[in-house]
């Protein structure tokens, strides 16, 4: 069995220990930033690429008739413009984990079950576990690279980025109150870190205090991996 990667549940928590208060109204959320972009040099997917690498697993296709709920949700969401008969679902078994994670993927998708599989597992299993369904449709079907629904669902358009999927992912993970019983991103503490911080990670972060915080779990995914020891 594969040694689990530095990226657990665990160490996400302790990232989070200083979130305590619920404090910022909508309108604080949603509010655009205005900060200075800090781009790493050579790009975050590149270093995504090179730094975490994919967990092997195996697929298998379950009946067409076997659509879970969730995705037929997805399939029929505003944003996205396709229908739940053109999906086939398969259960993907990792070798890190005992749990299969259930993958919905569109037929005309332009990446297969198997490239699929390889993406999602560069996702370290302590924070791949707080996504429940993994969505695969064709660029065509939508105008975004990738979004997360219900705090749950992690579905992508094409061929995505890593940096697109850990942004999602980081959705996920604070919905999933995979830091603190709560949203970090509703925590006075983080608006006040914003707030002192003249710097954001990229030109996306600026968008908000929700966007700015999926961004900068991008970040801490990277700093967990390279920080020495």
Not at 44 to 58: D, I, N, R
Request: hydrophobic content about 40%.
């Amino acid at each position: 069995m594969r040694r689990p990667h530095p990226l657990t549940t665990l160490t996400l928590f302790l990232l989070t220990l200083l979130a305590s208060a619920f404090e910022p109204s909508g309108a604080d959320l949603f509010a655009r930033l205005d900060k200075t972009v800090l781009t790493p040099p050579g790009g975050l997917s590149e270093l995504l690429m090179a730094h975490f690498p994919s967990t092997p697993a195996t697929h298998n296709k379950r009946p067409a008739n076997e659509v879970p709920i969730d995705c037929v949700g997805i399939a029929i969401d505003p944003r996205v413009q396709t229908k739940p008969q053109d999906f086939e679902v398969y259960n993907v078994k990792y070798e890190d984990c005992r749990t299969e994670w259930i993958f919905c993927r569109h037929i005309s998708s332009e990446i297969s079950i198997s490239e699929a599989a390889s993406l999602f597992g560069r996702i370290p299993v302590g924070a791949r576990q707080f996504v429940r369904h993994f969505v695969v449709f064709p660029h065509a079907v939508s105008d975004f690279a990738a979004f997360a629904s219900n705090y749950t669902n992690l579905s992508i358009f094409g061929d995505v980025s890593l940096a697109s999927l850990f942004h999602e992912l980081g959705h996920i993970l604070d919905g999933g109150k995979a830091f603190m019983d709560g949203q970090l991103v509703a925590s006075k503490e983080w608006k006040n870190a914003v707030d002192r911080d003249g710097h954001v990670s990229d030109p996306y972060a600026n968008t908000n205090l929700q966007e700015a915080l999926a961004q900068i779990i991008v970040i801490i995914c990277l700093d967990l991996t390279l920080r020495p020891g």
